[in-house]
């Protein structure tokens, strides 16, 4: 196979609606998924992290389901009318949707069964199955189930005075098929065990009754194997796992309640208890039951899923943990520092900013500057105060321990927390109540807006005067991310930016009309307007024959008037290069719409992040970084900040490691067509060339290799 030729590996394209301009959203994630499943059943990627990446799918069709599928559904209850910019009802959306995740599930399993397992097998890493299971393996896994779990488990009969129990979002069930009747006369024939969260999903055999050093058996297969035990003097005749998805979306009236926070502690506990959405059995469930538990969950046919083996395969990342097998995952790294820090020790972030601007590219640099940025101005006596906003940091951050830290020593500080960031809520609750009590200015952002801006400001008395530091980024302020998502981050002490930083921290902070900004966009105000300005511009230098280009890098690209202006652009002869991760609305190489319009999206070992955008601009290089993606929500309903690169230097970096290395990759990379479906790129082994290995390489600290 030559290196321009593709290999289709993605099965299936999203529907269209006739002489429709835009692709469907929901199908167009469920696509991003089985690009991701790709990974798992490419050779070329260690076994280990084969397996890390069903678990990936799985965590994210999670998500998947209980925010867009359930988004759908509420639609189609409320009789939503009208369409989405793509044209289709909410009820085709649906319905194509599910029959396509349910297809990318299948091969999933099929994948997990037909090759990983096996392989892993094959090196020495079992997981065993009830029938394989020897009289030693038995035994000690009757004891295990007598002295961990039997204890933990409460079955659960049905009948008028037990009523089938509330199943938690996302919990490991069974249901059990009964004959015979209780020691109460009773006879309802069916019972309930639900799997209490603590409980491992996975449990590891000791090597001396293992077939080698890694052995395991999954927690349902000890539950089916000793489930009669529960029901003394009655037989079982069935036993199936199931789990539950539901609408994890929150409803908070942010109109009518007087404290964000109190309302969203009481709002949390029922996102375990929304409504139904999707119903995952095993595949070997009787029909009877099948039937009898979409019932209990006011499901239908479409929204059942059967999978042939553990109905929660994202408790499976355990597994990447413990087995220590260097060989089947990926090189480890060191991340490196910039190159102007390189040498020094003991190093004074707020000095090396003061004389130049510092340009952070994650994973393949180290997060650290960060965390010392924030962590040095916390005890620097000179330092008078540190304001930053909070999305996602997770339960454990030495950022918000050095900010509690600075406040308890008086340090004027200020939290902008975003208490509604998905998923994320119940850890920025608790670290909003753990600043408060250090006395931190504590701010929940604006009512309606979601503060997705990634920024931080530090203020320091020099000579009399109060100087001004800044941290601007693409990611959040989580070290954990900051090793797995590709990011910006830029530490600036420029005057202006930081002035513009301000007057974003005082909008969030008090009340006030919105003050134009000198070098920042920021949504909600500026930033659709801005990119709606420089892709027309860049339209209008083509059409006075001057030189015209975009490149811009994202998550996802959805927001209509955006797309319509790059579709304008392509018909005036702007070359414009696209590279977008997940979902696309736009439709590329159509003739006469988008000819002149590429997209590809890159799935490799780390999850791309960064959002950049690149106007020519008659050769002046215009380079933005941005917190938002071209998305409706980030445009109109957040506040981002999108930071121009005002150093040549750093500019020509952002170019060289963040825009072109993407454009040549074609080992993982997928080109995308006017219909929706993608091709992988393919080369000849002696010509691959991958973006992320090839940053590693010139990035990191310690090369892969040398570890």
């Known amino acids: 196979m030559t290196e321009n030729e593709s290999s289709v590996i993605s099965a299936g394209t999203p529907t269209l609606c006739a002489d429709n301009l835009f692709l469907n959203r929901e199908l167009s994630q469920v696509e991003f998924n089985r690009r991701v499943l790709a990974q798992a059943e490419g050779s070329h990627v260690p076994l280990l992290e084969r397996l890390r990446f069903i ?79 020897n009289e030693n393996q038995r035994e000690w896994i009757k004891q295990f189930f007598q002295r ?57 055999l000791p090597k001396e009754i293992g077939r080698d050093e890694y052995s395991f058996v999954f927690l349902s297969s000890i539950i089916h194997a000793h489930v009669d035990e529960l029901f003394s003097g009655m037989q079982v005749v069935g036993c199936y796992q199931f789990r539950v998805t539901r609408n994890s979306n929150l409803f908070v009236d942010e109109e009518e309640i007087k404290n964000l926070r109190i309302a969203l502690q009481g709002e949390l506990p029922q996102r375990h208890l929304g409504n139904a959405v999707r119903l995952e059995i095993a595949d070997n469930c009787s029909p009877a039951m099948t039937e009898f538990l979409l019932n209990q969950f006011c499901l239908k046919k479409e929204d059942l899923y059967q999978v042939h083996g553990p109905v929660n395969l994202v408790r499976l990342t355990q597994i990447f943990d413990i087995i220590d097998r260097p060989n089947l995952k990926f090189p480890r790294f060191i991340p490196g520092l910039p190159f102007s820090t390189q040498k020094k020790k003991n190093l004074d972030f707020l000095q090396m900013v003061r004389k130049s601007d510092i340009l952070l590219h994650h994973p393949f640099q180290s997060f650290q500057p960060v965390i010392e940025f924030i962590k040095q101005a916390s005890i620097d006596p000179d330092v008078v105060a540190i304001k930053q906003t909070v999305y996602r940091t997770g339960p454990d951050s030495t950022l918000m321990e050095a900010l509690i830290s600075a406040a308890s020593v008086g340090k004027e500080v200020t939290v902008i927390v975003e208490l509604l960031a998905r998923f994320d809520e119940e850890a920025n609750i608790n670290w909003a109540g753990r600043l408060e009590e250090a006395g931190a200015h504590v701010v929940y952002g604006i009512v309606g807006y979601k503060t997705h801006c990634k920024m ?99 998550n996802a690209l959805l927001e209509p008037a955006v797309i319509q202006a790059l579709y304008a652009a392509s018909g005036a002869g702007v070359k414009i290069n696209l590279i977008v991760r997940g979902a696309c609305a736009l439709r590329p190489n159509v003739p006469g719409l988008s000819d002149n319009i590429r997209v590809r999206s890159i799935i490799g070992r780390f999850l791309e992040h960064s959002r950049i955008f690149y106007f020519l601009n008659i050769n002046r290089h215009h380079i933005y970084l941005a917190s938002a993606d071209w998305m409706d929500r980030n445009f109109f309903r957040r506040v981002e900040v999108c930071f121009p690169i005002l150093d040549p230097r750093l500019k020509k970096r952002v170019i060289t490691e963040g825009l072109k290395p993407y454009l040549r990759d074609n080992t993982q990379a997928w080109e995308m067509n006017g219909e929706g479906y993608y091709k992988r790129k393919i080369s000849r082994r002696n010509r691959q060339f991958s973006a992320q290995d090839a940053l590693l390489e010139k990035l990191a600290a310690v090369k892969q290799e040398s570890l």
């Open 148 to 204: 961990e779990l039997m204890p933990m488990l409460t079955p659960i009969g049905l009948d008028p005075s037990h009523p089938f129990p509330r199943i938690l979002n996302k919990s490991l069930n069974f249901a059990v098929a009964l004959e015979g009747k209780d020691a109460f006369g009773r006879n309802s024939g069916t019972a309930i065990v639900q799997a209490p969260r603590i409980l491992p999903r996975v449990i590891r």
């Open 55 to 133: 678990c990936i799918i799985s965590s994210n069709f999670d998500e998947f389901f209980e925010v867009r599928i359930a988004g759908l559904k509420e639609q189609i209850k409320l009789d939503t009318p009208g369409f989405g910019p793509d044209g289709l009802p909410p009820r085709q959306a649906l319905e194509h949707a599910a029959a396509r995740a349910r297809e990318v599930v299948a091969h999933q399993y099929k994948i997990l069964n037909k090759a990983i397992l096996p392989e892993l097998a094959s090196h020495g890493i079992h997981f065993l199955r009830r029938t394989t299971w």
């Open 456 to 554: 931080a400001m530090v203020i320091r008395r020099e000579s009399g005067q109060l100087k001004r530091y800044a941290h601007l980024g693409t990611g959040n302020y989580h070290p954990g991310t900051a090793r797995l998502y590709t990011d910006f981050g830029l530490l600036t002490s420029h005057e202006e930016i930081c002035a513009d930083i301000n007057e974003v921290f005082l909008q969030l902070t008090g009340l006030g009309k919105a003050s134009k900004l000198k070098h920042l966009w920021q949504s909600p105000f500026s930033l659709h307007n801005q990119i709606l300005h420089h892709i027309n511009q860049e339209a209008e230098n083509a059409r006075n024959g001057k030189p015209a280009a975009i490149i811009a890098k994202m």
